[in-house]
């Protein structure tokens, strides 16, 4: 059995199944870890999710931006950003109801053996084990029978840091802005939303999150996605497999058992003009 870890896919169905024949993936006794933004922006996210879906316990996959910014849109918690989105499909097909509840029933953070996988990283005050911890907190509001409260409360970069005494709805906030949207901070760990290109753009006084000193994490190989524009990194203890599929670049897989790299380039039909 082969666990392979595998990249952004935003829809980029097309791009999942050339990347899973390289792979030579069995869905009967490997498994698929997914770091999230299964949807939008690529041409096919209504098949990507069914066929996920559709794998069961062959594939875990977390919870990123895209994915909650379809609950939230599902929910009137955000509006369409025009030609940006693909996800009307999902709303016309007849099992956008079980696919979305699917969604939502999907962990915002996992963590298995040394490993933690999360959408775009953690915060420097928490370990593996605390973070999962936090993220359990999200996903009983998501999955609770008040998650359309909570979805609509869920908007917003402030407050930009953790503090153990946080509370309510800007608990909650801050743990899902860092797990989904993050990728600079400052040292203390106030995190900056604007900026979202290479390393060498960091803004005055802030280092990427995985790289600050201080990191509670560093007890756990980080499996993330998210920053397209930071590429592929296989580190001892971190992993990062967006490497810009979406945007004309490649989808990666990373077999966990011994970090061999799998990777396809995008789909001509499936790439978007470079817009980081």
Known sequence: MATYAIGDIQGCYDSL???????????????????????????????????????????????????????????????????????????????????????????????????????????????????????????????????????????????????????????????????TRMRFCTLDGIMEFKVKGKLANAPAGHLPWFDLPDRQSRDAVLVTGHWSALGLKVEPNFLALDSGCLWGGHLTAVRLEDRAVFQVPCSPTEARPLKR
């Not at 949807?39 to 996210?45: D, E, T, Y």
């Not at 963590?111 to 953690?122: D, I, N, P």
Request: charged share 20%; hydrophobic share 45%.
């Open 17 to 179: 199944q050339a990347l899973l024949a390289r792979c030579a993936f069995d869905p009967t006794a490997d498994r698929l870890w997914l770091v999230g933004d299964l949807v939008n922006r690529g041409p096919k996210s209504l098949t990507t999710l069914r066929f996920i879906r559709s794998l069961g316990d062959a594939a875990v996959t977390v919870l990123g931006n895209h994915d909650l910014y379809l609950l939230m849109v599902a929910e009137g918690g955000a509006k369409f950003r025009g030609k940006d989105d693909t996800l009307q499909e999902i709303f016309d097909a007849p099992d956008c109801g079980d696919l979305l509840y699917w969604l939502r029933h999907q962990p915002l953070c996992y963590t298995e053996g040394e490993y933690c996988m999360v959408h775009a990283g953690l915060l420097p005050q928490w370990t593996a084990a605390r973070a999962r911890e936090l993220a359990g907190e999200v996903e009983a509001a998501l999955q609770g029978p008040n998650f359309r409260e909570f979805i609509l409360n869920l908007w917003g970069s402030e407050p930009a840091g953790w503090s153990d005494d946080l509370s309510g709805w800007q608990r909650l906030r801050v743990i899902v802005n860092a797990m």
